[in-house]
């Protein structure tokens, strides 16, 4: 995995784990890495990777099981899910709708582009 420098280590971390459960690589219940697995593979320090899974933890993604090391927890696709979705229509979503206000494309020509998209018409952008 190549680190984004744009982007805190701990949080493509979180990131990475979240993208497993999201993906069913993690079930609910499923152990996660440890954070010297994570060290170890992305050459970090340990404490940055703990801080990573510690973030997730205190969201209740993550729980820990004593001597054992962290867990998925019940529910926790659809916590990430939720997450992310709120995250997309408060950060994402604006920025869209500016930039394509800023070059005057009109809310259905958006609309139409994302279907395109969508379908898999990569190299149809316009309308």
Avoid: C, W
Avoid at 4 to 21: H, P, V
Avoid at 39 to 52: D, M, R, S, V, Y
Avoid at 77 to 89: D, E, G, S, W
């Amino acid at each position: 995995m190549l680190l984004d420098e744009s982007k805190s280590i701990y949080l493509q971390i979180a990131e990475l784990i979240e993208n497993d459960i999201l993906n069913d690589s993690i079930e609910e219940n499923g152990q996660v890495p440890s954070t010297n697995q994570f060290a170890k593979i992305l050459q970090i320090n340990p404490a940055t990777a703990a801080k990573g899974i510690n973030l997730l933890v205190d969201e209740g993604i993550l729980f820990k099981k004593r001597g054992v090391g962290m867990f998925v927890s019940e529910g926790a696709k659809n916590m990430v899910l939720a997450k992310r979705r709120k995250q997309f229509a408060e950060i994402e979503l604006p920025r869209l709708i500016h930039e394509a206000q800023a070059v005057h494309i009109s809310k259905d020509e958006l609309i139409q582009m994302i279907h395109n998209l969508k379908e898999g018409n990569r190299d149809d952008y316009t309308v």
